[in-house]
């Protein structure tokens, strides 16, 4: 065991080893930050899908409050589908 610990004691004194711990530890650190921003970033894209789905979801509401609205007036449904995009299966569903 004493054999162990001297020669540990030399080897972990080497610029060899010490430079290789180093760069491990380097290594480390820098996945540690990759993984980190690239959490941040997909956290940041996800809100942004989620803001631009709820912007899309909103747009569709009115869109189709507009069309029950036009259709209700008895506006000619080719009318209603040009000034709403929606598609001819959805406002004959209102």
């Known amino acids: 065991m004493e054999e162990y610990v001297k020669e540990s004691k030399k080897t972990s004194t080497k610029e060899e080893v010490i430079g290789l711990y180093d760069k491990e530890l380097y290594d480390e ?3 540690y ?3 980190r921003h690239a959490r941040e970033e997909g956290m940041e894209k996800g809100i ?3 803001i631009e789905k709820g912007r899309k979801e909103g747009e569709k509401k009115k869109s189709l409050e507009i069309a029950k609205s036009l259709k209700e007036a008895g506006v000619d ?3 209603i589908i040009k ?3 929606l598609p001819k299966v959805e406002i004959e569903k209102l």
């Open 48 to 50: 942004e899908k989620g």
């Open 33 to 35: 930050h990759r993984i």
């Open 77 to 79: 449904i080719e009318i």
């Open 83 to 85: 000034s709403t995009s």
């Open 29 to 31: 650190a820098m996945e």
